[in-house]
């Protein structure tokens, strides 16, 4: 109790003399140059492992002071400075790096960053239980700017002090480069009330794209498992937290550099999933998060809005076969939640021992760019959206047992939950086509054929597995070109067939009309008679067939003749 206690004062007292003067400062001027700022922190390789980072004006030297007592932090652990100048010329360029290790599990921790003696905090963390019976819980949201609402809220639902970890599913400040990097140092500012007290996990979006260098998320961030700046060929990883083993993957992948780092990430999560399946006696839950969606509804006519959707063609059987029970995903800043379905069939619709992956869509933590229109329609798989209701919520997840799992969208303004389900799995492990009611079976399979006929006129090996470690799967994108090549191969088939078609058509088009013309012409011809030789030109003449017509009715091929018209002969059709 006082430790709680202790922990809320310092983050009021820290909040009351800093938060104003962070959000607003200017970015360089009557700065102390060695000053630790932007402090925010992550999960090393493990959950007993904590990364501090924080940026400079200058280069200075690296340093944590740390402890459980927050008068006595005696501990000390030195780390690294990089210069960080790509899109960067008016941002912070001295970036620092620390990790702490063999951490106690289960106990508060305050720390301070120190540049050259110069220190800032301090600020807490806490450290996960040991093992993996125990219940984590995690703020989940992706698409979050400088401008936006949920910011002051997230920050009140940290200080209650019962999260795991945030996880941030890609765009951040919009954008990290803009202004020559001096948003990015905004952002960082914005959220480090949050991420300076709880584990800061995220993954790439497009907004971080930065002509294919992904260059500040790169930098500013430092996740599980791999190198610091994260090498852009490696932007993925993987990390055990409780009952939980979590894949941040990079949709980004299929949409940069031609393609050319899909077959790596591809052949990383088909060993970690075999890893991870071999271990589900100990982590029996599978989530990935990635930015872009495989299926979505909004009208955008983004990558998940498409018949081909790349991250859809690269993932789905991967996720499938793998038996990923959870995906969490972003980028459309609206809210959706989906039944569990394979290649648009639905499987069930309920969350009762799902056979495919649940996928969840939470994008609306807030941005300059609004909310995103979902489409009227429904399609058979979404369950629930919400686009501009959902604007500025956030998703909490919390892994209960073995079995059973939350989850909820809440309004930040009121707490309002906007969205919530229990999915329960009692049989963790990857997905069978074969073991699927015999018509979604059949469903399915359809959808399969179809795929391969549009995939054997592309002439590209999509279903072929690349230097596999696991299973026999089907999926992903061939060695021999990348995803644009596809793309380009698959549009011209599609751009010869569209030609054969219109060209069918605008030939039978032409011959019908010659038909109507020819038979119009006919029926002309038969209406004109010859005039008789001994008319005569002093009265109206009609035809002999008009003495045929009975009842006062008209012959339809009948005319007369007008002769007394000073201007001469005139002709009109008789007609009804």
């Not at 920050?155 to 765009?171: K, M, P, S, W």
């Not at 584990?199 to 979006?205: E, N």
């Not at 980004?252 to 970690?272: K, P, S």
């Not at 013309?517 to 009609?542: M, N, P, S």
Request: aromatic share 12%.
């Amino acid at each position: 109790m006082e430790s709680s206690t202790l922990m809320l004062f310092c983050a009021m007292l820290h909040t009351f003399v800093f938060a104003n003067h962070t959000d607003n400062r200017p970015m360089h001027e009557n700065e102390v140059p060695c000053h630790p700022e932007q402090v925010h922190i992550a999960f090393g390789d493990t959950t007993s492992q904590v990364v501090i980072m924080w940026a400079t004006q200058e280069e200075c030297s690296t340093l944590v002071s740390y402890g459980t007592d927050p008068w006595r932090l005696t501990s000390k652990a030195t780390g690294h400075m990089e210069h960080f100048t790509d899109f960067n010329r008016q941002g912070l360029q001295c970036l620092h790096r620390v990790k702490l290790q063999e951490l106690v599990p289960e106990t508060t921790y305050f720390y301070r960053p120190l540049s050259d003696g110069v220190s800032s905090g301090p600020f807490f963390f806490k450290t996960p239980p040991a093992g993996q019976v125990w219940e984590p819980e995690f703020l989940v949201y992706g698409d979050l700017g400088v401008q936006s609402d949920s910011v002051p809220y997230l920050n009140t639902e940290v200080l209650g002090g019962n999260y795991t970890a945030v996880l941030h599913v890609g765009d951040f400040g919009y954008n990290l480069r803009d202004e020559d990097g001096q948003v990015g140092d905004q952002f960082m500012r914005v959220v480090e009330d949050i991420a300076a007290r709880v584990p800061y996990m995220t993954s790439p979006g497009n907004h971080e794209i930065d002509e294919d260098t992904f260059s500040h998320y790169r930098h500013r961030f430092s996740m599980p498992n791999t190198e610091w700046p994260i090498p852009v060929d490696k932007m993925w990883y993987s990390l055990d937290i409780g009952q939980v083993h979590f894949i941040s993957y990079s949709s980004e992948v299929f949409f940069t550099q031609q393609g050319v780092h899909v077959a790596a990430q591809r052949n990383w999560l088909m060993a970690d999933l075999k890893q991870a399946n071999d271990n589900r006696r100990n982590c029996p839950w599978v989530v990935a998060y990635g930015h872009r969606p495989m299926y979505c509804s909004n009208t955008d006519g983004d990558d998940c809005t498409l018949g081909a959707s790349k991250v859809r063609e690269g993932l789905e059987d991967l996720f499938f076969d793998y038996g990923v029970d959870l995906v969490l995903q972003a980028h459309e800043h609206s809210y959706e939640r989906l039944w569990p379905h394979y290649k648009g069939v639905v499987l069930a619709k309920n969350y009762s021992n799902p056979q495919a992956p649940v996928q969840l869509i939470t994008g609306a933590a807030g941005s300059r760019h609004g909310f995103d229109e979902e489409n009227k329609t429904f399609s058979d798989w979404s369950a629930f959206r919400m686009d501009i209701k959902a604007f500025n919520s956030y998703g909490r997840l919390k892994v209960y047992n073995v079995t059973h799992l939350y989850w909820e969208q809440v309004s930040v303004k009121d707490s309002h939950v906007l969205d919530s389900i229990w999915i329960t799995q009692e049989y963790h492990g990857p997905f069978h086509k074969a073991e699927l009611e015999t018509d979604k079976a059949k469903k399915i399979e359809d959808k399969v054929k179809d795929e391969t006929v549009i995939n054997k006129d592309s002439d590209v090996p999509v279903h072929q597995v690349i230097n596999s470690n696991g299973p026999d799967i089907s999926s992903g994108v061939g060695p021999d070109k990348s995803i644009t090549e596809k793309a380009r191969s698959m549009l011209q088939s599609t751009n010869i067939r569209l030609a054969l078609g219109i060209g069918g058509g605008v030939l039978g088009l032409v011959i019908v009309i010659t038909i109507l013309i020819l038979q119009k012409q006919k029926r002309k011809a038969r209406k004109y008679r010859r005039w008789d030789e001994t008319v005569d030109y002093g009265r109206k003449f009609y035809s002999s067939g008009y003495s045929q017509v009975h009842n006062g009715e008209k012959d339809t091929d009948e005319f007369e003749a007008e002769v007394n018209e000073p201007s001469g002969a005139t002709v009109k059709l008789l007609t009804e």
